[in-house]
């Protein structure tokens, strides 16, 4: 019998079956002819019992698959066909990592046996690739955005995805990363259709390397030099074509004087820092030949005006950006390129070059194109600023065009954006280090100044009491060396070499801790809102420093939302601000595309406000301290430079941008922390009475102490408050001399209170000789640097810091809590 497979599929029964089934009939068919005595009967029977078998047999047939229930192993001669890919690597690897396919371009690259896996990448990039061949099994897809082939300059982008009938494959496709150039795909448009279509208007094309030898050409411009279409020129001499006459008329050199003269317009492709094609010191160019002796129902007019959107067709298929001016020097077309070079492309073209560039350059620019418009056809270049962009400087060529009715000077521009926008972030970077390691310098000498000031004050107050006609006087000096203090400290933040104490913590819970803090600084005039995402993960900060970032965030946003309003002349609008957190993956932050972040999985900050937004002339400036855009006497500057500071020694990035309204035009601002998560264990939580237990100390009575400081007046105050609190302290001017007393003096020293930058030996390098000879006494370093920069730097154990500027009583504090962390007694 005619049964079903386990696909569903109906298969024919084995023939000894079918043998079995047709004896079967014929008994049947024979008892019925005994039984009925009738041989019409039995011929009936037997002919329905046929047709039946038949009826089935035909129906398995149609219903059975004419493949066996085994697919056959792949064709991968099919596949590789299927995958040939001149700009695209493509292999296949299957489940033990073996090379089963790979294209024409893979083997070239890469060589015909070499494994996705095992190629010579760097050490970074093999460790990419593996893990995409990972996320690929587990996720269906990988990619890495940067592999780099050891010993080699070449770079690629790969993705990895899992396919087959069992998923049991994965297609590895390497694309090579190459430097764009303006001229890019010039060749290619030349050679294809786009340059027999100028061909058949009467124009032809050339592009030319700077040594004259020509790279690629238009069909017809080998038919007019050769008489044969399909004949090279490449290599050839592109001078060589060409003849001229005592009129300086240009015809081709097969033709002759016979053949029509021609208009030649040379258009250099310049793009100042692209890799050159020739390898010498300039990019090619590119030649256009227009036949300028057709009539009107040809191509051009013997005036040329018809030429005109011709040559406009082809500059607007150029990648590089192009213009044409009339011999007044007005503007009579530009492509999208050059458009979108000098950032006018909703806007148009102005009604002369000038108006593009800044009032300085305006004079010559318009000086500059009349002589090209009315002198000999000659090209050059000069450097001017766009009104768009005053503080970058661009490279405009110039070329003289005749022959072609008004068109009489061809504009060029590179749309360098992107380059502009590298080379603002090198020179962004670059300043802020160097300000920030000017700022770093100022504020430790300042904090050496200040140390003095307020100890001194300190030891004053000690010798007044309220209500005495000086006590009041010091308690301003010491306030205000405080609010200096604080000023020092703000300049560290920026320089990041502030003290950081970071702990392992949750973004939200620092939020939560300065949120009622927020609602009292916004006033009433400000909606406050706050937002949080799920899943964020911890991150490694200090708590108060954080604190510190937000309130800076939002005080400055209240700021613009009222200044907003005030310029609205609504003085009663009312502001939003919104602080929201968010988790960014590594593979989101992959697709951000900033180069300057790596791809980690970060908790990110965001505070937004509703004030109008940040001005794009300044938004590149707001992180440098000082800088400012509020009234005299109403900021200091420091609030974003901290802010900057912060997020930077907290291995973090910030970003600055405005949130675009419903007209387009800016909303307001959007500041956005990016903070990496930490990858550890969360620490166990710690309580409040435990904290306070751990900072308590119970010293109190003597001691003897070696101080090192070369500032004589940081020296004395801190000697003056040390002995007050019961020490014995010998002083000590520099490194060489505080050894000196270790060696020399007989006493036996409690502790080393030493500055870290001193002449001749510093405090490490004196603190090292002294272990050799001491090696359990602790030292305690007193600077103006940061307390986690140094112990990286200096890595002494049971080493101890204490942070310039402080008070007599601090000092005091320090030097007991360290004593008697060295398990001594009360004497």
């Not at 502030?498 to 913590?505: A, D, F, S």
């Not at 030292?779 to 007599?808: C, T, W």
């Amino acid at each position: 019998m005619i049964t079903a497979g386990d696909d569903g599929l109906l298969r024919l029964p084995p023939i000894p079956l079918v043998i079995g089934l047709l004896v079967a009939m014929g008994l049947s068919v024979g008892l019925v002819w005994l039984l009925g005595s009738s041989g019409l009967m039995a011929a009936a029977y037997a002919g329905g019992l046929l047709t039946l078998m038949l009826g089935l047999l035909l129906i398995t047939r149609l219903k059975t698959p004419p493949a066996a229930r085994d697919l056959a192993p792949p064709d991968w001669s099919v596949t590789h066909a299927a995958i040939e890919n001149k700009r695209v690597a493509i292999a296949i690897t299957d489940r033990a990592n073996r090379l089963t396919c790979a294209n024409s371009t893979y083997r070239d690259w890469f060589g015909i046996d070499a494994e996705p896996q095992a190629l010579a990448l760097d050490e970074r990039g093999r460790e990419a690739a593996n893990a995409a061949a990972r996320a690929a099994w587990r996720d269906g897809r990988g990619e890495v955005e940067l592999l780099r082939l050891a010993q080699s300059e070449r770079t690629f982008r790969l993705t990895v995805e899992r396919s087959g009938r069992g998923e049991d494959y994965l297609i590895w496709r390497f694309r090579e990363i190459i430097e764009h150039r303006s001229y890019d795909g010039v060749a290619e448009s030349i050679a294809g259709p786009f340059g027999a279509t100028m061909s058949r208007a009467g124009l032809e094309v050339a592009l030319v390397a700077p040594d004259g030898v020509v790279i690629e050409h238009s069909r017809g411009l080998a038919e007019r030099t050769t008489g044969q279409a399909d004949k090279s020129l490449s290599g050839k001499d592109f001078v060589q074509l060409l003849r001229s006459d005592d009129r300086d008329r240009i015809y081709f050199a097969r033709e002759g004087q016979q053949g029509s003269p021609q208009t030649l317009v040379h258009i250099p492709l310049d793009e100042p820092g692209a890799k050159q094609v020739s390898g010498a010191d300039e990019a090619p160019s590119l030649m256009l030949l227009v036949d300028s002796s057709v009539g009107v129902g040809g191509a051009w007019e013997g005036s040329g005006r018809a030429a005109v959107p011709q040559l406009e067709a082809l500059l607007s298929a150029l990648p590089l950006g192009l213009a044409l001016t009339d011999r007044d020097g007005r503007f009579l077309f530009a492509n999208k390129a050059f458009l979108r070079a000098i950032e006018r492309e909703k806007s148009g073209l102005p009604q002369f070059p000038s108006d593009l560039v800044v009032a300085e350059d305006k004079a010559a620019m318009s000086d500059t194109v009349r002589r090209f418009a009315k002198g000999v056809a000659a090209s050059g270049d000069m450097a001017v600023r766009l009104a768009g962009d005053k503080e970058e400087p661009v490279s405009i060529g110039l070329a003289g065009v005749r022959g072609l009715g008004d068109a009489a000077v061809l504009l060029s521009l590179s749309d360098s954006t992107e380059e502009k926008r590298l080379r603002r972030q090198v020179a962004q970077a670059t300043k802020m280090q160097a300000v920030g390691q000017l700022a770093g310098g100022v504020a430790h000498d300042f904090n050496n100044v200040l140390t003095a000031i307020i100890g001194y004050c300190d030891l004053m107050l000690l010798r007044h009491t309220p209500g005495d006609s000086d006590y009041d006087d010091i308690q301003q000096i010491k306030a205000n060396s405080n609010r200096a203090a604080s000023l020092t400290r703000q300049l560290l933040a920026f320089s990041r070499q502030q003290t950081l104490r970071p702990v392992v913590l949750q973004m939200p819970d620092v939020v939560s801790e300065v949120s009622q803090l927020l609602k009292r600084l916004m006033g009433g005039r400000v909606e406050f809102s706050v937002r949080h995402d799920r899943e964020l993960g911890p991150v490694r900060a200090d708590p108060q420093q954080l604190e510190q970032v937000i309130i800076n965030l939002a005080v400055n946003a209240r700021d613009a939302m009222q200044a907003y309003a005030e310029r609205k002349g609504q003085p009663d609008l009312k502001g939003r601000l919104t602080l929201a957190t968010r988790h960014v993956s590594a593979r989101d932050a992959r697709k951000m595309g900033i180069d300057i972040m790596p791809a980690n999985d970060y908790t990110v900050l965001i505070v937004q406000d509703t004030g109008g937004g940040i001005p794009e002339n300044v938004i590149n400036k707001i992180f440098e301290p000082f800088f400012t855009t509020k009234e005299q006497g109403k900021g200091t500057g420091l609030g974003l430079s901290t802010v900057y500071g912060i997020v930077k020694q907290s291995n973090g990035f910030i970003f600055a941008d405005n949130v675009p309204g419903p007209d387009g035009t800016p909303a307001g601002a959007r500041f956005t922390v990016y903070l990496p998560v930490h990858k550890g264990e969360m620490p166990a939580p710690r309580r409040r009475e435990e904290v306070e237990d751990a900072k308590a100390s119970d010293w109190s009575e003597g001691g003897n102490l070696l101080l090192v400081e070369d500032e004589d007046m940081v020296r004395a105050v801190a000697e003056r408050a040390l002995t007050r609190a019961g020490y014995s302290v010998t002083p000590a001017a520099d490194g060489e001399a505080g050894l000196a007393a270790v060696a020399n003096s007989g006493i036996e020293f409690d502790l080393i209170v030493s500055d870290v930058v001193m002449p001749a030996m510093d405090g490490p390098a004196m603190a090292r000789a002294v272990r050799r000879v001491k090696p359990t006494i602790p030292i305690l370093f007193m600077s103006g640097y940061a307390e986690e920069q140094l112990r990286n730097e200096i890595d002494i154990e049971n080493m101890h810091f204490i942070p310039k500027p402080f008070s007599v009583q601090q000092i005091s504090e320090k030097v007991a809590e360290v004593l008697s962390g060295q398990g001594k007694t009360r004497r």
